[in-house]
T-cell receptor
Framework: GDSVTQMEGPVTLSEEAFLTINCTYT??????LFWYVQYPGEGLQLLLK?????DKGSNKGFEATYRKETTSFHLEKGSVQVSDSAVYFC??????????FGGGTRVLVKP | EAQVTQNPRYLITVTGKKLTVTCSQN?????MSWYRQDPGLGLRQIYY???????DKGDVPEGYKVSRKEKRNFPLILESPSPNQTSLYFC????????????FGPGTRLTVT
């Protein structure tokens, strides 16, 4: 079945540092890929998406590129802020209405 | 304001005492879903509903029931809660056309002793 593997956290960074969160997946066919973000005390929000190979999703300074050859969808941001402290989830959908989530990566940005 | 609401936000209960967690959305979404979130396991889908009176099992449905009598509401029922159902629960909704862009409620933290 489908699965998503993310790097374990927590990831602790200083403000303005570069952030990378690794995500790899196993799926049948050609899934769509997503990053969701969960701020403290809130539900998840869709951050960005990519629906086919080589697509780059971007939002709020975050980017991720759909790499079919390495089955990866790593999340990056060039200069993080304290407000980026959150839990980030990589997810995929192989079709239908089902989303498969990774375990989540907690990011803590210190001033 | 478009939103998904859940009640209660926090609940401590004892083994075997039936409980219901309510979920309501005001966006006229067809699709609704329940997830549980456990450390290191991400979110796992419990049940989902494609529309009124249409529900189906997700990955971890054991010990849970749902109903969809109205489009806006999708309650989660635990008939006989057990300690292994202690978790953080999220309700989500979306249109069937953009199912991946799910709108999540704020979560319900359930503790079963």
């Amino acid at each position: 079945g489908d699965s998503v593997t993310q790097m374990e956290g927590p990831v602790t960074l200083s403000e303005e540092a570069f952030l990378t969160i690794n995500c790899t997946y196993t799926a049948t066919g050609y899934p769509s890929l997503f990053w969701y973000v969960q701020y403290p005390g809130e539900g998840l929000q869709l951050l960005l998406k990519a629906t086919k190979a080589d697509d780059k999703g971007s939002n709020k300074g975050f980017e991720a590129t759909y790499r079919k050859e390495t089955t990866s969808f790593h999340l990056e941001k060039g200069s993080v802020q304290v407000s980026d402290s959150a839990v980030y989830f990589c997810a995929l959908s192989s079709g239908g209405n089902k989303l498969t989530f990774g375990g989540g990566t907690r990011v803590l940005v210190k001033p | 304001e478009a939103q998904v609401t859940q009640n209660p936000r926090y609940l401590i209960t004892v083994t075997g005492k039936k409980l219901t967690v309510t979920c309501s959305q005001n966006m006229n979404h067809e699709y609704m879903s329940w997830y549980r979130q456990d450390p290191g396991l991400g979110l796992r889908q419990i049940y989902y509903s494609m529309n009124v009176e249409v529900t189906d099992k997700g990955d971890v449905p054991e010990g849970y029931k749902v109903s969809r009598k109205e489009k806006r509401n999708f309650p989660l029922i635990l008939e006989s809660p057990s300690p292994n159902q202690t978790s953080l629960y999220f309700c989500a909704s979306s249109t069937t056309g953009t199912y991946y862009e799910q709108y999540f409620g704020p979560g319900t933290r359930l503790t079963v002793t």
